[in-house]
């Protein structure tokens, strides 16, 4: 029992927890939580005016053939007329990126594969996914590609927006 107790002392002296069987006490109290912030709620952003569901066929109706109407003159390679659908202040820039895609491909056919019409305050965008059927120049492997799309309507027309290269 000597021996239990000289080694609990020595436990003690060199900062251990104490023996098995002695209790320990808790001599801390718990802390206090910090009371919480209260987070201010955002103010919700204006909703989008709804499309009528009439408008809304009439917008898809025009945006597959503006899309189908683009794609077909890439095909025949009319690029200055197929960068009618870009805005003004982009449609040299875009004319350039134009000629050298149909440079290296010849299209074999593109397909509009879904579309999301997103009513904005000003307007209404579209996403628009096209799948693509690529040859490319002096090859006879088609490549198959999906492009995303963003097309805004500007008066009683589609407007493509091109990507920004990176």
């Not at 197929?82 to 056919?109: C, M, N, T």
Request: hydrophobic content about 40%.
């Amino acid at each position: 029992m000597k021996r239990w107790f000289a080694g609990c002392v020595v436990m003690l002296a060199l900062g251990g927890a104490g023996c098995a069987g002695l209790p320990v006490e808790k001599t801390t109290e718990p802390t206090a939580e910090p009371p919480k912030a209260e987070k201010a709620q955002p103010t919700p952003a204006p909703a989008a005016p709804k499309l009528d569901p009439q408008e809304e066929r009439r917008l898809v109706s025009d945006l597959l053939r503006d899309v189908d109407e683009y794609y077909r003159l890439l095909k025949e390679k009319n690029v200055e007329q197929a960068a009618g659908y870009v805005d003004p202040e982009r449609r040299r820039q875009h004319i350039d990126s134009l000629w050298e895609f149909v440079a290296k491909y010849e299209i074999v056919s593109a397909d509009v594969a879904s579309y999301q019409l997103f009513a904005q305050p000003d307007g209404v965008l579209a996403k628009v996914r096209v799948v693509r059927v690529l040859l490319p120049r002096h090859s006879v492997v088609p490549e198959r590609s999906e492009v995303w799309t963003t097309w805004l309507r500007v008066g009683e027309r589609w407007v493509l927006q091109p990507q920004r290269q990176k």
